[in-house]
């Protein structure tokens, strides 16, 4: 089983680790992060984590896995990346996607009304791009799983090792990695989050300045 | 303010990249991976993951973060680095680990007879080191706060962030990761997660093995 996550300049790492590390645990999977450019990409922050296949070279993989974060307005454009995601989910078992990474499966084409979801910030623009947007914490729809920001890539991607590989395996990945969340505070929505928090938030997205 | 994420062969990346997205956010915080030597280290699983600086540079860090993995085991002997722990540990604000990162910094002897906890399966062996293990998803102890296992390192450094800048900074960083989780099932520690699952995960636990 082959599953390819897509690296791009200025990602978020937890949305490509989180999956990363619970999909290297699902037997038979063969993990990679792949990427226009076989190198070292740098994240929103400056982590550098290495792409070590170019897309040209992954025609079939089972699953991919498309995160987020602000260089996804870039990859919105590259008719490169947007092609292989058109032409590699016409046989991929699951399409998904992490935080803003559900924008760029928008702008493939692939969200035309679709219900999704993506980072609480960014569902206005997910709407724009053509997809139903959900609140969700992880959506799925077909073929196609998309999953909340940052975080939410852990759950989606628990979700699908259970549908890959049965409730057992995942529930054996989840206790290897203690994922017994215990979050100091009840502030990662914005449904429950202080208003002092979430408007401040608001007040410094992207995509507040972007209309601004 | 300057936290050193400390890289090795063998780490586990969520371990470490946890507690990077999370820290990265903190106002003032300069977060870097720093290792024994400035180059991509592979993860248990084969990811890549730069140190751009080199521990013999960072004297002086104000928080050090200590992944665990599997190449935890070769730390624990590495001179080089140990010393490194001792000496940037005495003037740390915060020296913390995740997961099994604490028998690091239990072989570095900056754990003797202190609360501490780590993975599930590697209690027993913090023990042996001269700690003393602590069943908690995060334990505090003077300037020292280690993290039970893989996930529990977002957990910490959202504490980490409030101890730091305060509750509704870590509030806006959990916010901004919407760490709202909702893993699809209950089990993440031994104590939920199904009797078979729990005894297969320590039938395969290199720790089973190591006493075998």
Tied chains: 1, 2.
Excluded at 66 to 87: F, I, Y
Excluded at 167 to 180: C, F, N, R, T
Aim: aromatic share 4%.
């Amino acid at each position: 089983m082959e599953i390819a996550i897509l690296l791009f300049d200025g990602f978020t790492a937890l949305d490509a680790i989180g999956p990363y590390e619970v999909l290297t645990r699902v037997p038979r999977a063969e993990v990679s992060f792949v990427a226009a450019e076989a190198r070292v990409h740098r994240d929103m922050c400056g982590a550098g984590i290495v792409a070590d296949r170019v897309i040209d070279d992954v025609v079939a993989p089972d699953v991919v896995v498309v995160p987020g974060g602000p260089g996804e307005v870039a990859v919105r454009t590259n008719d490169h990346v947007l092609s292989w995601l058109r032409a590699v989910h016409e046989t991929t078992t699951w399409t998904a996607s992490v935080c803003t990474g559900s924008l760029v499966l928008a702008a493939a084409g692939l969200l035309d009304g679709v219900p999704a979801t993506s980072h609480w910030l960014a569902r206005e623009e997910l709407a724009r791009l053509g997809a139903d947007p959900v609140s969700a914490r992880v959506v799925v729809d077909g073929r196609i799983i998309t999953a909340a920001g940052v975080s939410a890539g852990i759950d989606m991607a628990l979700l699908l090792a259970s549908m890959l590989e049965g409730d057992l395996v995942a529930q054996g990945i989840q206790l290897s990695l203690e994922y017994d969340p215990r979050p100091p505070f009840n502030a990662g929505s914005p449904d429950v989050a202080p208003p002092v928090v979430v408007e401040l938030a608001r007040a410094k997205s992207r995509f507040a300045r972007a209309r601004a």
